[in-house]
């Protein structure tokens, strides 16, 4: 165990720019969905035909088991939905998608025994799925994510394609697992704030409109009774 956790140490530690490998090489543009899966989440990203992304985001949590009194572990227990969203994504998450075109590798670890997985966060019971698919429905890229590497946003990851493992950048993963704050659409209108020039508020028959075209002492618009 000493050697393991010195090897995964080894390959956490950095390497120059040069010296990053090419393992895949995705154009954003024929991705039609992305899927992050893990025990307490799935996440998944579908392309609309305006080319922007729809995200489904659900969390999960493990209920009371009621025998758990009786010897019964709660591990066993279902999961229940404890969050479920479904939002349209940002542009953050095209420029994540960015990473793809070409995806690197900082290191090659290499084929690693299976004694050897849970330094790296890749046993069964730890790891979260990351699959893309073309617009053909077919998946192009899959990956076991696993642990963070020691001292950086870097993540372990096992390639399905050759069964090696990885160290890569967790940028993307990342915006994932917590796209309910990074990935959220916050701009709710095409327009600019200063493009307005009226607004009304009706409540039942009342109506008040307001004017939006006087600025104040600093230059800013303000409202004002129209």
Do not use: C
């Not at 050697?3 to 010296?19: E, I, R």
């Not at 969203?85 to 998608?97: E, G, I, P, T």
């Not at 069964?163 to 990074?182: H, I, P, Q, T, Y």
């Not at 508020?201 to 104040?216: C, L, M, P, S, W």
């Amino acid at each position: 165990m000493v050697v393991s956790l010195g090897f995964a140490y080894y390959a956490s530690l950095p390497k120059s720019q040069s010296d990053a490998t090419i393992v895949a090489n995705i154009e954003p543009n024929i991705i039609s969905k992305l899927t992050y899966t893990a025990e307490e989440l799935n996440v998944i990203a579908e392309r609309r035909e305006d080319d922007r992304f729809w995200v489904t985001f659900v969390r999960y949590k493990k209920p009371e088991d009621p025998k758990a009194g009786e010897g019964a572990s709660p591990d066993t227990a279902d999961k229940v939905v404890d969050t479920e969203l479904r939002f349209l994504a940002s542009s953050k998450l095209s420029d994540q998608l960015q990473k793809l075109s070409p995806f690197e590798a900082d290191r090659v670890i290499g084929s690693v025994g299976e004694d050897s997985l849970a330094e790296f966060g890749l046993t069964e019971a730890e790891i979260a799925d990351f699959q893309v698919f073309d617009k053909g429905a077919q998946q192009i890229f899959h990956l076991a994510i696993g642990k963070k590497s020691y001292g950086s946003r870097n993540f372990f990851v096992k390639n399905f394609a050759d069964n090696k493992v990885l160290l890569v950048d967790g940028g993307l993963f990342e915006s994932l697992k917590k796209a309910e704050f990074r990935l959220f659409e916050r701009k709710i209108m095409a327009f600019e704030f200063e493009d307005v020039t009226h607004a009304t508020i009706v409540k039942g028959q009342a109506e008040k409109r307001f004017a939006h075209t006087k600025r104040d002492k600093s230059g800013q618009l303000s409202w004002s009774d129209d």
